[in-house]
């Protein structure tokens, strides 16, 4: 079993949606993407944005980060990408 589970992923991005809105993520596709997406970028050498133990795979660190809100998922109209959260623009964030 997946810890975090997929709908508490999607509670935590779908956190900042006003009700009535549209969610941001309506599907386990749209978190399996964005944490493989992350996990990707993750092995081509861009750090961590939590502390991780030695060892731990880029896929369950891009998990944590969604769980944890380092990550964005953005909407449809921005391309389902994501963000890092909280670091300064000139920190070198980027988005995706």
């Not at 092995?43 to 961590?48: E, L, T």
Request: hydrophobic share 35%; no cysteine; glycine share 8%.
């Amino acid at each position: 079993m997946l810890h975090p589970s997929y709908s508490d992923l999607m509670k935590v991005v779908n956190s900042e949606v006003e009700p009535g809105e549209e969610r941001i993520v309506s599907s386990r596709y749209s978190i399996v993407m964005a944490t493989s997406k992350r996990a990707r970028q993750i092995i081509g050498g861009h750090d961590p944005m939590i502390r991780t133990k030695a060892g731990e795979k880029p896929l369950s660190i891009a998990v944590e980060e969604l769980r944890q809100g380092k990550i964005k998922i953005l909407g449809d109209e921005e391309e389902e990408s994501f963000t890092p959260d909280e670091l300064p623009e000139d920190a070198g964030a980027e988005e995706i």
